[in-house]
Structure formats: C-alpha cells, structure tokens
C-alpha cells in the first residue's frame, strides 16, 4: 500500500503496456510523417482506436500477451503479435499491419519503455518524495535556527551549533543533488539490429532515419543516444543511479545522526495511543521509523550500486545480462520510496527536548577554550594554546573556572567583557542566520 504508484510504472504488466504504448506510437508516427508512401496517414477514427489501445490496456491485455508468449517464447514479438491482432479488427488499419515494429529490433523498443519507465518514475514518485523530505527539513531549519545544541566532533563535545543550522546543511546537500536528478537526461535509441539503421536505409534510403527517429524519441520526452550497438549502453541510467545513492546516502547520513540524537535526548519521540515500543518493556518508544529507513537505504544502494556498475556494460554489440536487472530497477527504486517514506513519518513524530539540550551546554564550559584562545592570539599573549589545554584537559571545567581564567589573563578590559558575556548557549557564531537564510 506504500508502494502502489510504482506499482503502475515497474510491474511486468507495466513493462507490456510501455511496450505496446511505444510500438503503436512508433506506427502512428511514421504515419503522421507522411515519409512511407505505403503507410498514409490515419483518420481521425484509427488514430482514436490506437489510441484506445494504449490506454484501455489492462490485465486482460497483458494476459493475452503471455498466452502469446507461451507460443513466441520471445517476450516483444508476442507484444507485436498482440497489437497485429487488434488492429486486424479494423478494416481501416489493415494496411498497416506490417508497419507494426517497422525497422525495430526488440530493444528498440524495450529501452524506449524502460526509459518511460525512469521518467514517470522519477516525474511521480523520486522527485515528488525527495522533494517531501527536503520541505520538511527546510521547515526544521527555519523553526529551530535559533535552538544552541552542543554540537560533537568524534563524538566529544565541541563548539555549539545549531538544530536549525544541522538540518540546513542536510537540505543544501540534498537540494543539490536533486537539482542534478531533475536535469539528468534520459536517452533513447530507435537504430536497428547494431545501431545503424541498417533495415530502415535498405527499405527507404532516401530517408534521413538518424533524424526521423531522434524527433520521434524527442516526441516521448526522451533524448536521443545517436551512437549505440545493438542496446542503449544504459549510462544515463547508471548516473541516475549514482545521484539517488548520493541523495541516499546523505539521507543515511542524516537518520544515524537523528537515532543519535534520539538517544541523547535532544529529540523526545511524540508517543501515539496504541503504538508499542517493545513486546516486554511499555515505556519504550522506538525511534521506529529512523531504523527503517536507515535499512531500506542500504538495500536500496547495494541495488542501484550493483546496476550502476553492470548495467554500462555488455558484450561486443549486445548480451542478455541486462535484462534480469533492468526488471528490478523498481525493486532498488522502492526500498528507497520506503525510505523516505518513514524519514518523513519520523520527522513528524520529533519534539526538541530544550531543557536536556540546555543542561548539557551548561556542563560544557570547556567549549569556551577555543574563542578565549583566538582573543588571546589576537592580543599576542604568549602561548594561549598550551595555557588553556593545561586549564581544560581531562578536567571538568565550570562557569566559574572558565570565568576566572579570562579575569586573572592579561587581556584588555574590553577583551575580557566580550569574552565574560559568551557562554556554551549563545556561542553559536552565525548558525541562526545561515539557517534561516536557507531557500524555500
């Protein structure tokens, strides 16, 4: 139920309705051009009646097209089969019944279908969800860019941040990677047997066929490969592939952190009337939706890293490696929509716990050594490095030890009362600003 739209755009039937929707395009083209003397173009009632084809394709349709199947063994001729079949029916489009899978080879077809497949892919379901995870990261940001949190480098406590800003850099990550998935060009090919229109030349030389068929691969939304063998070599899907394990990967990133965070106590996980936590112990409250997003990213990359890296590659002018893969693009594309899926539901369910993330800033006056030490250097006491690690190593350090130091030091008065008026809460340089600052 969380995946019913990519149910329609990766399942088998999917696959058979692309296939067909591309053959019979492919006809009405070369109809609409007027370039084949043998093939006029058709009225407006056969033009109606292919297009019904398309789009009253149902289970039934892809049924008829397995029984056929059975008798082809051979998955795109029982496609061809199927459309010759309807159109027989028509008195109107009998003549026309050999143009079905004119110059074609199958995968003329088939990586036009898996194209379409990526773009309404990417058009319904990657970019609407990412876009998702990203707007309710850009609203964290803005309404805690002002919230101090004792920020960690290798895990020990460092100079503060803030909850507005971490989420911002989250987003300026994913903005950029997103902008790269919507820009990134889906090809196609429609040139015969090894990718040189061989059939098409022979049956109508005079014909330009490299630019017939890029404006009817332009007509599906697509971007033409004008050098192929025999398959589209399937590298446009490779960087698709390499931007979401990008995109996923900081996502990984950034549930980790958020589990972390959880754990910490930064973030109190909003409890819901008749959600358990654990079978044996009633106060818990999981961060449930964190974990398994952070597991369907990691099975999402392995897939998509696997398919970034065989799929560019087949032997001599074609091989039949791809085919099995190509089918489970929908399989590394859902563990993803899962993913994000429960990233948003997790965001939903997070309160920021002020009073813990408080506490802690103030037991970590510590933090206060590295501004004390850049004012001393700038007034050129000696060795202000070593003197605070000497105050502020291994020690625990307090509002009152910090402040003694900076009023027994040599420094300026006026030195001495900027740096009397830091503490761990407002020593957050201008994270507030680069948070809000952050574009819708």
């Known amino acids: 139920n ?7 755009i990766f399942s088998e039937h999917a696959l058979m309705r692309f296939r067909t929707e591309i053959e019979i395009k492919w006809l009405q083209f070369l109809a609409q051009e007027k370039i084949l003397s043998e093939l006029p173009p058709f009225s407006n009632d056969s033009q109606q009646f292919l297009n019904c084809l398309i789009e009253q394709f149902d289970a039934d349709s892809s ?9 082809t063994n051979h998955d795109v001729k029982a ?18 019944v050999e143009f079905i899978h004119f110059g074609c080879t199958s ?12 773009q ?35 895990g020990q406590p460092a100079t503060p941040t803030t909850i507005g800003k971490e989420m911002a850099n989250v987003v300026y990550r994913l903005q950029r990677q997103i902008e790269q998935l919507a820009h990134a060009k889906i090809l196609g090919k429609l040139n015969g047997a090894t990718g040189n229109f061989s059939a098409l030349i022979v049956a109508y030389p005079d014909i330009n066929w490299p630019d017939i068929t890029e404006k009817f691969i332009n007509s599906l939304g697509l971007t033409q490969n004008p050098y192929t063998t025999q398959i589209e070599p ?19 990133d950034f549930v ?6 959880i754990s910490l106590d930064y973030f109190k996980l909003k409890t819901i009337n008749n959600e358990v936590g654990s079978s044996t112990m009633p106060h818990k409250v999981n961060p449930i939706d964190f974990e398994n997003a952070e597991g369907n990213l990691g099975i999402a990359n392995a897939l998509l890293d696997h398919m970034a890296q065989k799929l560019p590659v087949s032997r001599f002018q074609r091989d039949l490696s791809d085919s099995t893969v190509l089918r489970n693009m929908g399989v590394a594309i859902a563990h993803s929509s899962l993913a994000w899926q429960s990233t948003c539901r997790g965001l939903t369910k997070i309160a920021v716990n002020t009073e813990v993330i408080r506490h802690d800033l103030n037991h970590h006056w510590e933090i206060l050594a ?15 490095y070593e003197q605070l690690k000497n105050v502020t190593r291994g020690q625990k350090i307090t509002k009152e030890l910090i402040q003694t130091f900076i009023t027994e030091s040599t420094l300026p008065d006026d030195a001495k009362n900027t740096l009397l008026k830091l503490t761990p809460e407002n020593y957050i340089g201008c994270a507030a600003e680069l948070a809000k600052k952050l574009r819708q």
Not at 256 to 261: F, K, L, P, Q
């Open 2 to 8: 969380k995946l019913s739209k990519l149910q329609d």
């Open 63 to 71: 049924q008829r097209i397995k029984q056929i199947e059975e008798t």
């Open 370 to 384: 590295e501004p004390i030490q850049m004012i001393m250097r700038k007034h050129g006491l000696e060795k202000p």
């Open 79 to 96: 496609i061809e089969y199927f459309i010759k079949e309807k159109i027989e029916k028509n008195p109107e489009l009998t003549h026309a």
């Open 107 to 118: 995968e003329d077809i088939n990586n036009l279908a898996y194209a379409l497949m990526l």
């Open 256 to 261: 980790r952190d958020m589990w972390g965070y």
């Open 234 to 252: 399937h590298d446009f899907i490779a960087e698709i592939f390499n931007i979401l394990m990008r995109a996923n990967t900081i996502l990984l």
């Open 120 to 154: 309404q892919a990417r058009e319904k379901c990657i970019l609407p969800e990412l876009n998702q995870v990203m707007t309710q990261l850009q609203n964290l940001a803005h309404e805690h860019a002002n919230q101090p949190m004792l920020a960690r480098t290798h």
